[in-house]
């Protein structure tokens, strides 16, 4: 139950994170540099807070892998969403997470089992619902973008699989990556463009969905096989999907209804055990 909880928070933190910066960049709230860089200055000043304010002492202070893995994805998924909408981004984002994650785990030697190719088939094919039938051909440049922030994102990931000290090795992935933030907004030839409800949503993004919610994935992650924790980020284009639609106003329809229960039954095939010992 506990990896449950901790899954699900974090699920929802992803979510959020396509809100918020689709919510500033697509209304000019704030320029897509700044953004990234308050998002993980925020994030960084938040997780730095959480470790040094618990009891506990931090035993892990992040690495330059995962930095700069969690800096490509900041770069990759803020420039993105410049060109395409909350739901495809997010869609493209954890398209690529799976073919990294799942393609990592099957060359690491995981064999999952039959139930769970089942599970990871009802998924795609309800993101494949979706998206294909009628949907039109997003910008390729933010596309490719998102693709690669998916890609760095599903390195992350892998990486903090080994983690024994979440919070104090996400706190110090958001400083290193902060620093490659600040490096990319100073050389970044976009017009800067500040308001304060844009910085709002970049701190809010940086603080909660990203500093707090990165901390509980890395709490979760030892416990789930890299090829479960990419299927189970299945369901966040259809959270993503449903909030766009009610919070900003994206479109929504009855191919993402049927999307839902697949995705939703997929994930579930994947993760209940006891759907294991049938």
């Not at 960084?44 to 202070?61: F, I, K, N, Q, V």
């Not at 998102?146 to 903090?160: E, K, N, R």
Request: charged share 10%; proline share 4%; net charge positive.
């Amino acid at each position: 139950m506990r990896v449950f909880l901790l899954t699900a928070a974090a699920l929802i933190g992803f979510a959020s994170n396509s809100l918020l910066t689709r919510g500033a960049l697509a209304t000019g709230q704030l320029d897509a540099a700044t953004f990234m860089s308050v998002r993980l200055l925020t994030g960084a000043l938040t997780l730095w807070l959480l470790a040094r304010l618990r009891s506990g002492p931090t035993t892990e202070h992040g690495s330059w892998t995962s930095a700069a893995a969690l800096a490509g994805y900041a770069i990759g998924f803020t420039l993105a969403y410049e060109r395409i909408s909350a739901s495809v981004g997010a869609l493209v984002l954890f398209g690529a997470v799976q073919i990294t994650m799942i393609g990592t785990g099957l060359v690491r030697g995981e064999r999952p089992a039959r139930v769970d190719w089942i599970g990871v088939t009802l998924a795609v094919a309800g993101l494949l619902v979706f998206t294909v039938p009628g949907a039109n051909a997003p910008d390729p440049l933010g596309t490719a973008m998102m693709a690669f922030a998916g890609a760095c994102w599903g390195v992350y990931s892998l990486a903090g699989r080994g983690s024994r000290d979440p919070l104090g090795a996400t706190a110090g992935n958001f400083a290193l990556a902060s620093l490659a933030g600040i490096a990319f907004s100073a050389v970044s030839l976009g017009e800067m463009h500040v308001t304060p409800s844009g910085l709002w949503l970049a701190a809010a993004s940086g603080s909660l969905a990203s500093g707090v919610g990165y901390t509980l994935w890395y709490s979760a992650l030892p416990s789930l096989a890299a090829w479960r924790a990419g299927v189970v980020q299945m369901v966040v284009p259809i959270l993503t999907a449903l909030a766009a639609a009610a919070l900003l106003g994206e479109s929504i329809s009855g191919r993402l209804l049927v999307a839902t229960g697949c995705v939703t039954a997929g994930v579930l095939l994947t993760i209940v055990p006891a759907w294991h010992r049938r």
